[in-house]
């Protein structure tokens, strides 16, 4: 009885520190998710594109191409946050090393953005993502943190988001190099989330410390 009251304890311990251990307060959605687009001065808004090697098998990619801000091409999205803090912003993407970008004819990699410096539909300032780096290799998804600016070859400047109360937020980002694609974005009050904490903010899948622990009660049961 007593190793059974044993197995109990350790079972609860470990779904109450699954519960404990939530991580910190993300919000994660899909770069083709977007709600509307406003087409630019030299070309189409944000489209969706089909891409076997992005979450969803789809992006968000937008062929015009202008330095100027702020930005014309913009894609809008709708975010619910639960929790009030500080965000930090992350994104999946993948450069355009193929010459898409029509305005970028001097083989320029496609390698920028911009994103709004704050929450609104309407935002008063963008941030140039510029300098975007595979770190993987050419060609393949990685992820960069926009806000901190680790993961990318660009001296830019991100910033944090601030939440100031729970609620339905609008963010914008603008096409700067046509051709760069975009899989997901991740706002995180964890400013140090690893690539494998993005993806599983992307594509959940359960907690085996919690599954482990529901496996113990029931082997428990089956003991009584
Ligand atoms: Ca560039
Ligand atoms: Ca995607």
């Known amino acids: 009885m007593k190793s059974n009251l044993f197995t109990v304890t350790v079972a609860l311990m470990l779904i109450a520190a699954a519960a404990g251990d939530a991580p910190a307060a993300s919000v994660a959605f899909q770069a083709e998710d977007f709600i509307s687009t406003t087409d630019g001065s030299s070309g189409p808004g944000f489209t969706v594109v089909s891409d076997l090697s992005a979450f969803y098998e789809q992006g968000a990619t937008t062929l015009g191409d202008t330095t100027s801000s702020p930005p014309t091409h913009l894609a809008t999205y709708s975010l619910t946050f639960d929790t009030a803090g500080t965000y930090y912003l992350y994104l999946r993407f993948v450069t355009d090393t193929q010459g898409n970008d029509p305005g970028n004819s001097s083989g320029n990699l496609s390698d920028s953005l911009y994103i ?15 300098g975007l780096a595979d770190v993987s290799s050419p060609n393949v998804y990685d992820w960069a943190s926009l806000s901190t600016w680790s993961g990318h070859a660009s001296s830019d400047t991100g910033s944090t988001y601030t939440v100031a109360a729970p609620g339905t937020l609008s963010f914008v980002i603008g096409g700067r190099e046509g051709g760069l694609t ?32 529901l496996a113990s009660l029931v082997m428990l049961r089956r003991r009584l």
């Open 116 to 130: 709004a410096a704050d929450f609104g539909s309407s935002p008063a300032s963008f941030t140039n993502i510029n």
């Open 182 to 213: 975009l899989d997901a974005f991740v706002f995180s009050t964890d400013g140090n989330l690893s690539h494998s904490a993005l993806n599983l903010l992307v594509v959940p899948e359960p907690s085996t410390a919690a599954l482990f622990g």
